[in-house]
């Protein structure tokens, strides 16, 4: 584990308008590729087009359907760089407000609609702060950083009060103290300032 979790986000509602705004020509040039030459031949007013379809994320839509995802919700792909487990998608669907629709893409992308009375930006911070967080078990991934945790935890422990902060990377950061004084609260706080910026854990003593 080398990265911070991050989640990168792509208007599907935009690529949607993007796919219905094409000039009369682009569309015209792409029906008559459905026919074979022996249908050109034929006289044009005779022909019965076929309906505009869209293809989206969750199926087949007419053009003009008023149950197209982009029409009932405002729709993002997300794409990330920490694989999407089956409790991940237990967390989408059952845990984040807002969230309607769900679609999982890939093993590193997903799709969501976001329900009208819901602002995007909230529910995109409650997925970021939910998903984009460290386990014990994903930072002390490996024999190296865990024997490493496990001797400074051995050296703290003499101490009544002590945090430590280890980042994804297995590097270490701690503040310990006799007493539960100012300067081991700020240095706390550090600890967590830390661990919000780049990921990771916050270890701390029984006493906090």
């Given at each position: 584990?080398?990265?911070?979790?991050?989640?990168?986000?792509?208007?599907?509602?935009?690529?949607?308008?993007?796919?219905?705004?094409?000039?009369?020509?682009?569309?015209i040039q792409e029906e008559k590729n459905?026919?074979?030459?022996?249908?050109?031949?034929?006289?044009?007013?005779?022909?019965?087009?076929?309906?505009?379809?869209?293809?989206?994320?969750?199926?087949?839509?007419?053009?003009?359907?008023?149950?197209?995802?982009?029409?009932?919700?405002?729709?993002?792909?997300?794409?990330?760089?920490?694989?999407?487990?089956?409790?991940?998608?237990?967390?989408?669907?059952?845990?984040?407000?807002?969230?309607?629709?769900?679609?999982?893409?890939?093993?590193?992308?997903?799709?969501i609609g976001v329900a009208k009375l819901?602002?995007?930006?909230?529910?995109?911070?409650?997925?970021?702060?939910?998903?984009?967080?460290?386990?014990?078990?994903?930072?002390?991934?490996?024999?190296?950083?865990?024997?490493?945790?496990?001797?400074?935890?051995?050296?703290?422990?003499?101490?009544?009060?002590?945090?430590?902060?280890?980042?994804?990377?297995?590097?270490?950061?701690?503040?310990?103290?006799?007493e539960m004084d100012r300067d081991y609260?700020?240095?706390?706080?550090?600890?967590?300032?830390?661990?919000?910026?780049?990921?990771?854990?916050?270890?701390?003593?029984?006493?906090?």
């Amino acid at each position: 584990m080398s990265t911070h979790k991050k989640i990168a986000w792509e208007s599907w509602n935009a690529k949607a308008d993007a796919l219905l705004t094409q000039t009369e020509t682009e569309v015209i040039q792409e029906e008559k590729n459905l026919f074979d030459d022996s249908l050109e031949m034929m006289n044009q007013d005779l022909l019965i087009q076929a309906p505009k379809m869209v293809y989206t994320p969750l199926g087949v839509y007419p053009e003009g359907s008023h149950l197209k995802p982009s029409d009932r919700w405002d729709c993002w792909i997300c794409h990330t760089n920490f694989a999407i487990t089956e409790e991940i998608v237990d967390t989408l669907d059952n845990q984040i407000d807002g969230v309607e629709a769900l679609k999982i893409l890939g093993k590193y992308s997903f799709f969501i609609g976001v329900a009208k009375l819901f602002d995007i930006l909230d529910v995109r911070k409650d997925i970021e702060d939910t998903l984009c967080v460290y386990t014990e078990e994903e930072v002390l991934h490996s024999d190296e950083v865990r024997v490493t945790v496990d001797l400074v935890r051995e050296q703290l422990n003499s101490k009544k009060y002590w945090s430590m902060f280890v980042s994804p990377e297995g590097e270490l950061d701690y503040v310990v103290s006799d007493e539960m004084d100012r300067d081991y609260l700020d240095g706390l706080n550090n600890l967590l300032e830390l661990k919000n910026l780049t990921g990771g854990i916050v270890l701390r003593s029984s006493n906090g």
